[in-house]
Nanobody, 117 residues
């Protein structure tokens, strides 16, 4: 049974930081590209960042570039997203996604990040 479990979300003030995690099980983690997405209330889910299987190649969306950092630990079957310089508009449920082309695509249930003063 494949499971992706996000954690580490919470309430943070503007300008603050959080690190969210996604622990996986039931997959060969090191064979999967990992991605973070987010969905704000009333909006569509949007791509945030991705990291390749080795962790050497990453890509961030323009909206988070320079503020968020994706990383992975293949020994711990875990992907991380470090969120710095948080803004009100970063408030969303953050989801992790494991993908192995062409057929395997798994999602977690998400962790809430709320930026509020």
């Amino acid at each position: 049974q494949v499971q992706l479990v996000e954690s580490g979300g919470g309430l943070v003030q503007p300008g603050g930081s959080l690190r969210i995690s996604c622990v996986t099980s039931g997959i060969t983690f090191s064979s999967y590209d990992m991605r973070w997405y987010r969905q704000a209330p009333g909006k569509e889910r949007e791509f945030v960042a991705r990291i390749d299987t080795s962790g050497e190649s990453t890509y961030d969306s323009d909206s988070v570039k320079g503020r968020f950092t994706i990383a992975r630990d293949n020994a711990k079957n875990t992907v991380y997203l470090q969120l710095n310089s948080l803004k009100f508009e970063d408030t969303a449920v953050y989801y992790c996604n494991a993908i192995q082309e062409p057929y395997s695509n798994y999602w977690g249930l998400g962790t809430q990040v709320t930026v509020s003063s």
